[in-house]
């Protein structure tokens, strides 16, 4: 058999560029094996990613830790609201009360029947251990429009409301407040547990159970019955 330089060549080719493949994948292969870098020099714990990171999300523990307490409260009396002026004010403090809690608003076209009687009940049973929470919102129309202190003198001063009126919350939504969520998901109504309108109202016992619930339109005095039920008055 002759020599052939042309395929001497050829194979001298093949195995020199077979080599440099297998040294290009062995040191490929290493880099798996390579150790870790400082923490300081990862891309995620740079200051920049970090921000990154930090940005949106940044809310959710607050929404969860809500969400949370909503879950694991077993009465009204487990929740902390705030009062008009923005103080805590623990609704353990009205254990032993019926309590009608309600979303009001000033300029709704329920404003003065509701505040009305409402004010009527208030009189009337309050030294008997009852109670009446109302909480502004202004969700529905944007009819609860002002300030706190606005909000509060227009009750008091048209109406003669002495019950306490707390801080303005939302009853529906993302920003639902802790307490609403709780009444919500103790009763619904037959249209889904979302409030449909200012002067919805609940209606709380001794213990804290949300015992009943009663739509806008309901007048507070046709609930009278209901009240007197839970004080134990024939």
């Known amino acids: 058999m002759l020599y052939s330089p042309r395929i001497a060549l050829s194979r001298g ?20 094996h390579l150790p870790k870098t400082p923490s300081s020099f990862s891309p995620l714990r740079s200051p920049k990613a970090l921000l990154i990171r930090s940005r949106g999300p940044s ?10 307490a909503s879950a694991s409260a077993t009465s009204v009396h487990d929740f902390t609201v705030k009062d008009a002026r923005g103080n805590d004010v623990d609704l353990s403090i009205y254990k032993g009360k019926v309590l009608l809690i309600v979303n009001v608003a000033s300029q709704c076209g329920l404003t003065n029947s509701n505040y009305t009687e409402l004010s009527q009940l208030y009189e009337k049973y309050k030294d008997q251990g009852f109670e009446i929470l109302a909480f502004p919102c202004n969700q529905f129309g944007g009819q609860e429009p002002g300030s706190n202190e606005e909000i509060v003198e227009f009750a008091c001063t048209r109406f003669k409301a002495e019950y306490p009126i707390f801080d303005k919350v939302d009853v529906n939504g993302d920003n639902t407040a802790p307490l609403y969520k709780f009444l919500k998901s103790s009763k619904g109504s037959l249209f889904g547990n ?10 709380v016992d001794k213990d804290g159970n949300v015992v009943d619930r009663y739509a806008p339109t309901t007048s507070p005095l046709s609930i009278e019955k209901d009240i007197k039920k839970l004080l134990g008055i024939s």
């Open 13 to 32: 080719s093949s195995r020199f560029l077979g080599s440099l493949i297998l040294r290009r994948s062995i040191s490929s292969a290493s880099l798996l």
């Open 59 to 68: 809310l959710r523990p607050v929404r969860f830790a809500s969400s949370m």
């Open 194 to 203: 979302s409030i449909k309108w200012n002067f919805s109202k609940f209606l």
